[in-house]
C-alpha cells in the first residue's frame, strides 16, 4: 500500500544522508524475539506496518533516529511474558492503544512534544499478555542520567 506521492521527512538524520523515496520504503517489516532479545535502531527506514512480537523474549524498536514516512505509519506489537520497549522523538505524534492482560501497555512522555499537525504519526497497538510494552517519549539529545547527576553534583560543590 505505498503511494507515490508519500514523501519521507528526514528528521535527526545527517544533513548529507540521501533522503529515500517512498516507492523504495517497505510495507511491512517486523521481528519476532523468542527467550532473546533482539533491538532495531540506528538510521533506519520505518516501513508503514512494523510488527514487534516478544514471546518469553525482549524487543526494543528505537525509532529516534529513523526516517518515518509522511502520514500515518504503524506498529502492531504482541507481548507474551516478555516486553517490547518503543523509542519516539519529540517531533513525531503517537497514538497508542493496548490490550494488557495481567500485564501493561502504557505511554511515558520524558520530554515535550515538538510535533505539528502535519508531522508523522505513529500508531502503536497490539496485546499485552503477562507482559510489559513501554512507549517512550525521549529527547535523543538530552543528557542521560549520569549527566544529570554530574551537573547536578558539580554545582553543589561551588
Do not use: Y
Not at 533491538?39 to 523474549?57: E, I, K, S, Y
Not at 514516512?69 to 506498529?75: E, H, N, V
Not at 508523522?120 to 496485546?127: A, C, K, W
Request: proline fraction near 8%; aromatic fraction near 4%.
Amino acid at each position: 500500500m505505498t503511494s507515490p506521492n508519500r514523501p519521507f521527512v528526514a528528521r535527526t538524520a545527517p544533513a548529507n544522508q540521501a533522503v529515500i523515496p517512498a516507492a523504495q520504503a517497505p510495507n511491512i517489516r517486523g521481528t519476532v524475539a523468542f527467550m532473546s532479545q533482539v533491538t532495531r535502531d540506528g538510521d533506519w527506514v520505518m516501513p508503514q506496518l512494523f510488527r514487534a512480537v516478544a514471546v518469553m523474549g525482549s524487543v526494543t524498536v528505537d525509532l529516534t533516529r529513523a526516517r518515518i514516512a509522511a502520514g500515518t505509519s504503524r506498529i502492531e506489537v504482541i507481548a507474551c511474558m516478555g516486553d517490547v520497549t518503543v523509542l519516539l522523538p519529540p517531533d513525531v505524534r503517537v497514538e497508542c492503544v493496548g490490550d494488557p492482560i495481567v500485564g501493561t501497555f502504557d505511554l511515558k512522555r520524558e520530554s515535550a512534544s515538538t510535533a505539528s499537525p502535519d508531522s508523522p504519526l505513529v500508531l502503536i497497538s497490539g496485546t499485552s499478555v503477562m507482559s510489559s510494552v513501554l512507549v517512550k517519549v525521549i529527547d535523543p539529545n538530552a543528557p542521560g542520567w549520569l549527566e544529570k547527576i554530574r551537573a547536578r553534583w558539580s554545582s553543589t560543590r561551588k
